[in-house]
């Protein structure tokens, strides 16, 4: 166990019954990063999230939160929570289900009302402090949940699927706010099926397909470093394609088209340059950035890991 | 014990603020308003000299102690029937619609969660008992000057058994389906209800096998055994001495079985807390 990590997980395994949910999970998440978690539907994520709070218990493997072992209750004095599908007494006025939740995480009464009401501003719901839960709006429970999640200024925020149900406008937010977690040194673990989410906020992603890492990436190191050209060009000839390795991985020719990986798009005039010199005819250079997406494809496949 | 307070008051006024105390209080007053007529009436068709002479202030005083104990019957099946109602979905519910799981995942131990919902709901219990026993006393007293004998520890059985019922329903609503929960209580509750009678009636036709089997159920779910003992203390001397009556028993369960019914619901409780604690949420 390192005190350095804000989440690991040795081999943490759950089976329910015959079937295996998680089979493995090993993971390492460092204090202050944003970190995306990433799988087909059934991959084992929300039990895998489940088994580091506490709520299952697991199989076999061991995990830590913060430094304190996962079967620790203190290990969430400092973690926060927004689980997905969020429920809630809906009997409850907003201010009334911060106060609870609050109390809960063992707030001190002063410090408990101010911190609600500033939670409230932030999540854009005082107009609605006194207001029934069950009055809200989807997008409004999740911003309620949201602040439920951030009473006791956490170290260590879960968001299971934060921005399903919201409109852009909340979308916006949240990611705001996990920014400004990000800002504060708040480590975020982020499940999400949003992508282009992810690919917005988080430093590093881990993909898991039944229930085991298959591989974790930096987001922006994946991203620059993926960018693949096709040249759309004529009278090339195999020499100018070793010619091209200098700028680029993976040089090959595609019927007209060159096709290469680059690691910054700056070198694409050089790229254009030294054809032109060498009395190719081009017509065309289309950078494609590798998106998340074709990323996770990549990695979990297209038959969802099923 | 912070955290139990908190759950309890949740618990509590989850109950107001959902109408479950105003539809509890709505019908119980209907009963006792239903119940403070039919008492006047029976005692004026006592008191009319169509018999040629008024009955003996000792027979008045047995019909009236009978009167009581049909209330006191009417008030046991009401908290039972309120403690199963509150309690069935109260686990259950929550696990099913995921809200345990922002609770559960704060800093405190299931087990609190456990026993806040026990206190809260016993509070409640205490609330309508007292309202109900008491206004079942105060029609007996208002029409007919009566106490009951033994009032207090009457009431306090049937607070004991209203509690027992609670922490069974508890303890199923911590593994099974709020359906299901219902389900078992109401059959274990069935179970006893007609043992107490097989019992009764083995008393009456002197039938060993039928009164064992009685005491067996008993111990099986000890409800019935309970409001016979709450009954049992209830009843004028005189009239205990008349024998089988439809709310009291000819047989008064010993002490010993109260005992085991403390044991019983001690035991239940412990395993709601440790199945609770053990599941996957």
């Avoid at chain 1, 934060?162 to 499940?191: A, H, K, Y």
Wanted: one cysteine or more; proline letters at 3%; hydrophobic letters at 45%.
């Amino acid at each position: 166990m390192d005190q350095k990590l804000a989440i690991e997980t040795v081999d943490l395994r759950k089976v329910f019954g015959e079937k295996v949910a998680v089979s493995g999970l090993t993971l390492q998440v460092e204090r202050g990063e944003v970190f995306g978690f990433l799988g087909p539907n059934g991959a084992g994520k929300t039990t895998s999230i489940k088994m580091m709070l506490g709520l299952v218990a697991p199989t076999s493997g061991n995990g830590w939160l913060l430094g304190r072992p996962i079967t620790d209750r203190n290990a969430r004095a400092k973690v926060g929570f927004l689980p997905e599908h969020f429920r809630f007494h809906e009997w409850l006025t907003a201010y009334e289900f911060l106060r609870l939740h609050g109390q809960l995480y063992g707030l001190e009464n002063g410090h408990l009302k101010q911190r609600a009401e500033e939670l409230l501003e932030l999540v854009g719901l005082t107009p609605f402090r006194d207001s029934q839960l069950r009055t809200f709006s989807k997008g409004m429970l999740q911003r309620i949940g949201l602040a439920q999640a951030l009473l006791n200024n956490p170290e260590l925020v879960f968001l299971d699927e934060p921005t399903s149900g919201l409109d852009p406008v909340g979308r916006r937010l949240v990611r705001d706010i996990i920014r400004q977690l990000r800002s504060e040194g708040t480590t975020v673990f982020l499940n999400s099926h949003l992508l282009s989410e992810v690919e917005i906020t988080c430093d590093r992603v881990a993909f898991i397909k039944h229930g085991e890492v298959v591989r974790v990436s930096q987001v922006s190191g994946l991203i620059d470093g993926s960018t693949t050209v096709t040249v759309r060009a004529r009278g090339f000839t195999p020499e100018i394609l070793s010619n091209l390795q200098q700028w680029g991985r993976d040089v090959r020719a595609d019927g007209e088209n060159i096709v290469l990986s680059v690691n910054d798009e700056a070198v694409l005039p050089e790229i254009s340059r030294c054809l032109v010199q060498h009395g190719v005819d081009v017509y065309a250079i289309v950078p494609q950035r590798l998106s998340l997406e074709d990323l996770f494809i990549q990695v979990v496949g297209t038959d969802g890991g099923l | 014990m912070r955290t139990i307070l908190i759950i309890a008051n949740l618990t509590l006024r989850e109950a107001i603020r959902r109408k479950i105390v105003l539809a509890a209080l709505i019908l119980g007053t209907a009963f006792l308003l239903l119940y403070g007529l039919g008492f006047h009436f029976i005692r004026q068709e006592m008191l009319r000299a169509d018999y040629g002479r008024l009955p003996s202030t000792t027979m008045q005083n047995q019909t009236f102690n009978f009167m009581l104990l049909a209330g006191m019957y009417v008030v046991n099946f009401l908290c039972i029937a309120i403690a199963a109602l509150i309690t069935a979905d109260s686990l259950a519910g929550e696990i099913q619609s995921g809200i345990i799981q922002a609770t559960v995942t704060k800093p405190i131990r299931r087990s609190e969660v456990v026993l806040g919902k026990w206190l809260g709901n016993a509070t409640l219990l205490l609330f309508y008992l007292s309202l109900m026993g008491g206004g079942v006393m105060l029609v007996v007293w208002l029409i007919s000057r009566l106490y009951a004998p033994n009032w207090a520890g009457g009431l306090a059985l049937i607070y004991f058994n209203s509690l027992l019922i609670m922490t069974l329903t508890l303890a199923c609503s911590s593994s099974l389906s709020t359906l299901a929960t219902g389900g078992v209580v109401f059959g274990a509750f069935g179970l006893a209800f007609l043992g107490g009678w097989v019992e009764r009636i083995g008393t009456f036709l002197e039938n060993r096998t039928a009164i064992d089997l009685g005491i067996f159920s008993s111990l099986l779910m000890p409800s019935e055994a309970l409001w016979n003992k709450a009954a049992a203390l209830m009843t004028s001397p005189l009239a205990s001495l008349m024998g089988i009556t439809p709310f009291t028993s000819a047989s008064e369960p010993s002490a010993l079985m109260i005992v085991y019914a403390v044991i019983y619901l001690l035991v239940t409780l412990g395993i709601a807390i440790r199945v609770f604690t053990k599941r996957d949420l």
